[in-house]
């Protein structure tokens, strides 16, 4: 069984453009017969740089043990019987150098071996593990490399006046002998120090770098750029579908969002897109995001979300209403809500004759027999509904009801005076035969 003891916690170094760090644990044997020392137990470097993490071990100078059967290699996945040497790992192909000292015999072999890693990748935070073999298992202890960048952090010190800040630059490791750092804004070298003030203005960036590795800058700290909103789907929306609105910005740290509809703010959750799962006519509107983090804010450009939907129950209406005269003008209106804008057809209860097509139907005369419900259709590419009936009545005009009893009165009186003059010639008719006497034989009431 073998013991790890681990003293770690010194700071990194940087020395000739690659890190290093200056711990040192000891992996031991029960018997005290092999031994491996590394360098370090927790390697910390930056994204971009090189990492080199070195080893050196010994054993007991036996003639079964010679230098000529010592293999070795590093690994980070595996397991000592059956480890992926790196040198072999598709992730670390032409990164990784293996680099060992001649083995050097006297009472006791020893041997030291170095693994650089070029172009550090965040990827490459692992566990490492160095195997040395003989002929028999040897101890495997490891170390832990962490990739990391540079960061900007920034602080206000007046919460009411945020174009005023304090930047501080800051990584999770520890530079040895507190090297200076480089400001960079808007790409322009600033000056040193650990902490810049600034004045920040809309479009400005910030980032910093160890002095002599400006290549190795952070990354860049700015204020929301490109802002912009897209609706998905695009184009026009019929009611009921699943709608998304998405705002989106160049920012770091990450923008938050406020969104507005037609100018007026919602009350959406501030980084995530907002889903319609089933969208309604009132959601159409104009629609704009305003992205906002430490260093500045930006407006989106605005979308019109179009909601198109069949159109609603018609509402029809009559001019003039109430009773209609005869021979008097009369138009038929129909309204409905519908997007896009619906088109009218009018129909009349059990006449299929009628059909006619406008959102107003108009009769410059109408008569008695043009009287009954009608209704209206409003229809568009979404669908159709039909409007309630609208009973027209249509009666007599004045003139005509003045006709009629004119007529009537003249047939009254013509009536009249047909009925006198055929009493009156019945009687005369009866006067003459009194006034000429009668034949005997027939028996006549007497004449007056």
Avoid at 32 to 54: E, F
Avoid at 208 to 235: F, I
Avoid at 237 to 257: H, K, Q
Avoid at 417 to 446: N, Y
Wanted: negative net charge; glycine residues 6%; proline residues 6%.
């Amino acid at each position: 069984m073998y013991l790890l003891i681990c003293s770690s916690g010194e700071p990194l170094c940087l020395v000739n453009s690659q890190m290093r760090c200056v711990c040192f644990f000891t992996v031991l044997q029960g018997n005290d017969d092999w031994r491996v020392t590394y360098s370090t137990s927790n390697v910390c470097g930056l994204r971009g740089s090189t990492a080199d993490i070195s080893c050196t071990f010994d054993y007991p100078d036996d003639v079964q043990y010679r230098p000529t059967t010592v293999t070795t290699l590093w690994f980070s996945k595996g397991d000592k019987y059956q480890p992926v040497d790196l040198e072999h790992d598709t992730n670390y192909r032409g990164r990784v150098v293996y680099s060992c000292e001649r083995i050097r015999c006297w009472s006791r072999c020893h041997g030291a071996c170095t693994l650089r890693i070029r172009d550090l990748r965040h990827s490459d935070s692992a566990v490492y593990k160095f195997r040395f073999a003989i002929n028999q298992p040897t101890p495997v202890p490891q170390v832990k490399l962490s990739v990391t960048d540079l960061q900007v952090k920034v602080s206000f010190s007046d919460p009411n006046d945020p174009t005023r800040a304090e930047l501080e630059c800051h990584s999770m490791c520890g530079l040895a002998g507190d090297p200076p750092y480089i400001w960079f804004r808007n790409g322009q070298n600033l000056g040193q120090g650990v902490n810049y003030r600034a004045y920040i203005q809309s479009g400005d960036s910030f980032s910093c770098a160890v002095e002599g590795y400006e290549h190795l800058r952070s990354p860049l700290v700015y204020g929301p750029q490109h802002t912009s909103v897209y609706s998905s789907p695009s184009g026009e929306i019929e009611e009921g579908s699943s709608v998304t609105l998405s705002c989106s910005s160049d920012a770091n740290p990450a923008a938050e969002y406020t969104w507005f509809k037609n100018n007026q703010p919602l009350l959406w959750e501030p980084s995530q897109p907002h889903t319609f799962p089933s969208v309604h006519p009132e959601d159409r509107g104009t629609y704009r995001c305003h992205a906002e983090n430490k260093y500045g804010h930006l407006s989106s450009n605005s979308i019109f979300m179009d909601v198109h939907y069949a159109p609603n129950s018609p509402t029809v209406t009559v001019s003039p209403s109430g009773e209609l005269e005869e021979g008097s003008s009369v138009t038929l209106s129909c309204s409905s809500d519908a997007n896009p804008a619906a088109n009218y057809t009018w129909f009349k209860e059990h006449d299929i004759s009628v059909k006619l097509s406008g959102q107003n139907y108009t009769f410059t005369f109408i008569i008695l027999d043009l009287g009954g419900n009608y209704y209206c259709q409003a229809h568009n590419a979404i669908g159709q509904h039909n409007s309630t009936f609208l009973f027209i009545k249509v009666t007599s005009s004045s003139s005509q009801k003045a006709i009629v009893a004119v007529a009537s009165i003249g047939v009254f009186v013509v009536t009249i005076h047909l009925i006198i003059f055929l009493w009156m010639r019945r009687k005369r008719a009866s006067s003459k035969a009194c006034g000429q006497g009668g034949r005997p034989d027939t028996v006549e009431e007497s004449c007056p």
